[in-house]
């Protein structure tokens, strides 16, 4: 009778997923298949059904701005995500130890995440910009010879976006491990306090290992916000200057639409997806087998 | 909906009022002109359809990239508008190919496109003697415009005849702590200065062989070569904050007096129109040096995607030839900064810049298509990525050399 109902109950709940599934299905996977499918043909505005094997596949790995943008998001991945687990991590830590301005910080860092990038970029831009922003600032306060042009540097752009995003995402970060950290028995804590391990040592060398669940579930999100890297390089610089902040999704998207070959960029797409695959993978993996070292 | 309010309202009259000019010829049209000035110039259009006797209904939409490419997507999808704008290119080349364009060879024939219309932009839209497009404006994007203002202050007393003077200016202005060259660095804008350098400075037959026949011994040539390096030199006149500015925030410089020049379409007579400066008296405008300068010719133009329906068809051929007409083009012109696109139309009402820029185009030698008039837009694309590459690093010429046959011949 119980079992039976337990039964009902999961049918139900799979009738449920029906509708998800079928989505994820046609339009994720039926989307990929499809551009993987373009990317084998000499396709230009409109779809055609030839076959020219790798032929986009060579174009695009002979082409300038795609490798350049390739390194460019090898770059700005390590730096973000680094960046947004140390200052996310340190966010919690406070927040977790009550200081005192831990709800100001935890409101300051939550709230870029709920905002557009759209939007902020274009304030990001004109804070940067060195004729409008910071540096005209500091230089009419009497400071003038006080420089901070990276916006406008072939050599430093890549870093503002890096700025920017970390701004946005350390808050997401914060309250992944955030919650890692509540759901910790509180005897450790208590144990800590007792043997008055200093805080840097608790949370390095206790804590930290305890968090490997959520911060791996931090950096599979990060990751895929790397990947998708394009409306902080639209908002902020346009890939330039130059060519000097490029990204792979905006050689996609310039040539979908503007460049009118949209078997290149289904190229570009389908080798995008598989070197996020290649990254993740061993996260995803190592997540799976935690989880399951846990249940 | 409509139907709920008449339950509520006597208004039967008015519904038999509106199904009537059902009849009336109907073309929804897209377009990306959505700045003010534009609006303004588009409405015109609209205006001679209605006054044709069709209803226009107005589809636009921001950015000409996204128009085009929902224009594309709903042709292929059989929910094509009666009529979609695109620049007097080959960006329809391939809506032409696949048959999925009407002809308009009875309008053409009947307005004597041959003889009115400038070669370039006949050459973007008669494709094997067929037309395809309904020509609207006449841009020219490497215009020299120059604030009077900020010359007088830095002692340049004439305006610039060849690229020597103008170093010179330039560097009059830089002594005199003004912004030398107004620039706005994005790939499309560094793009402009590069095809002014091109067709000034190599001259019309190197532009040709470099973008009609893409030459790879031109393009290797001492001249091209040359024609690279006066690009770059420029780049040492413009100011730090030039990277990633928009075109209109470059010629708010020139209006505020605070730059001298910005090379840029004769889009920007709009803004200065705005901030009530005339041409002649608060700025100037050379459309090249010396007396053969060729002069650049970017067109727009609207492409009618073949349909089943009887009625569509009358609509798109009625609005062909409605916009093409000479009152409108004059008027549109007006408003949007153009050029009209018919040699028969008496412009003495528009501005000096557009008069000179029509007697210019009376010379049919000077007259020279647009870099997209030959390339495609992937090509161009490319191309466009390597010069900005080039203005904002250091890069040996002839790298760029070979990387522009290498694109070019893709």
Redo the contacts between chains.
């Keep these: 009778m119980n079992t039976r109902r337990i039964d009902r109950g999961l049918r139900r709940a799979h009738l449920a997923l029906v509708p998800m599934a079928l989505v994820a299905l046609v339009c994720y996977l039926g989307a990929t298949l499809w551009s993987l499918r373009i990317s084998l043909s000499s396709s230009?505005?409109?779809p055609v059904s030839d076959f020219v094997g790798l032929a986009q596949y060579r174009?695009l790995f002979s082409?300038?701005?795609w490798l350049h943008s390739l390194g460019n998001l090898a770059t700005y991945g390590l730096l973000f995500v680094a960046a947004c687990l140390v200052i996310g991590w340190l966010l919690a830590i406070l927040i977790e130890r009550e200081v005192r301005i831990g709800g100001a910080l935890r409101l300051v860092f939550l709230y870029p995440y709920a905002m557009s990038f759209v939007a902020t970029g274009l304030v990001w831009?004109w804070m940067l910009?060195?004729?409008?922003g910071i540096q005209e600032a500091v230089r009419r306060w009497g400071f003038s010879e006080f420089r901070f042009?990276w916006?406008?540097d072939?050599d430093h752009?890549l870093y503002t976006i890096v700025i920017a995003t970390v701004w946005q995402a350390s808050g997401l970060v914060m309250t992944i491990l955030l919650a890692g950290m509540r759901g910790i028995d509180a005897d450790i804590w208590r144990a800590a306090r007792i043997d008055a391990v200093p805080a840097w040592r608790l949370h390095l060398w206790v804590i930290a290992p305890m968090l490997a669940a959520p911060f791996a579930t931090a950096t599979l999100l990060l990751l895929t916000g790397v990947a998708k890297l394009y409306d902080a390089v639209v908002a902020m610089?346009?890939?330039?200057?130059?060519?000097?902040s490029e990204v792979p999704t905006k050689f996609i998207m310039?040539?979908?639409?503007?460049?009118?070959?949209i078997a290149?960029a289904s190229a570009g797409a389908a080798v995008l997806v598989l070197s996020a695959l290649i990254v993740m993978m061993p996260l995803f993996y190592a997540r799976a087998r935690s989880n399951r070292r846990n249940a | 909906m409509l139907a709920l309010l008449c339950l509520a309202l006597p208004c039967a009259a008015a519904v038999a009022a509106q199904a009537a000019p059902a009849a009336r010829p109907r073309a929804e049209v897209l377009h990306w002109w959505t700045s003010g000035g534009e609006a303004a110039a588009v409405r015109t259009l609209a205006d001679a359809y209605r006054a044709a006797g069709g209803d226009w209904v107005d589809t636009a939409i921001a950015g000409n990239?996204?128009a085009?490419?929902v224009a594309?997507s709903r042709i292929?999808g059989n929910d094509a508008p009666a009529a979609a704008l695109f620049n007097a290119s080959r960006?329809f080349r391939?809506?032409i190919d696949?048959g999925l364009l009407i002809t308009l060879d009875d309008v053409a024939q009947r307005e004597g496109w041959d003889a009115i219309l400038p070669e370039p932009i006949l050459n973007a839209v008669r494709v094997n003697g067929h037309y395809y497009a309904a020509p609207v404006s006449l841009h020219m994007p490497t215009w020299i415009w120059y604030s009077k203002v900020a010359l007088r202050k830095a002692g340049v007393e004439k305006e610039p005849t060849s690229f020597a003077e103008l170093f010179l200016a330039l560097d009059k202005l830089k002594a005199a702590g003004l912004i030398p060259l107004a620039h706005g660095?994005?790939?499309w804008q560094d793009n402009i200065v590069f095809r002014a350098v091109l067709a000034n400075l190599g001259g019309r037959e190197l532009y040709l062989k470099a973008f009609r026949d893409r030459d790879p011994a031109a393009i290797a040539s001492p001249q091209f070569r040359e024609v690279l390096s006066t690009f770059k030199r420029l780049h040492s006149y413009v100011?730090?904050?030039?990277?990633?500015r928009n075109w209109n925030d470059a010629t708010a410089l020139l209006i505020s007096n605070r730059a001298g020049f910005q090379i840029m379409g004769d889009w920007v007579k709009a803004e200065f129109s705005s901030a009530s400066k005339l041409p002649g008296r608060d700025y100037g405008c050379i459309p090249g040096f010396g007396a053969h300068s060729p002069y650049i010719i970017q067109g727009d133009a609207f492409v009618f995607p073949r349909s089943t329906s009887a009625a569509t068809l009358r609509a798109q051929k009625l609005l062909a030839s409605a916009i093409t007409g000479r009152a409108t083009q004059l008027a549109f012109s007006a408003l949007k900064g153009s050029i009209p696109i018919r040699a028969d139309v008496d412009v003495s009402t528009l501005d000096q810049c557009a008069r000179l820029g029509v007697s210019i185009m009376k010379d049919r030698s000077r007259q020279l298509g647009n870099d997209e008039t030959w390339l495609?837009?992937?090509q161009?694309?490319?191309l466009a990525?390597?010069l900005?590459?080039?203005?904002?690093?250091d890069l040996a010429v002839s790298t760029v050399q070979q990387?522009i046959v290498a694109a070019l011949t893709?």
Excluded at chain 1, 129 to 132: C, F, I
Aim: aromatic share 6%; no cysteine; charged share 25%.
């Design positions: 230009r505005s409109f174009r082409n300038e701005r831009q910009n060195p004729g409008l042009d916006l406008v072939q752009a610089t346009q890939g330039g200057p130059g060519t000097a310039d040539h979908l639409f503007g460049r009118a070959n290149l | 990239e996204q085009r490419a594309l292929v960006q391939e809506l696949q660095g994005q790939a100011d730090a904050g030039s990277p990633g495609t837009p992937d161009n694309g490319a990525d390597i900005t590459d080039y203005w904002n690093r990387r893709d």
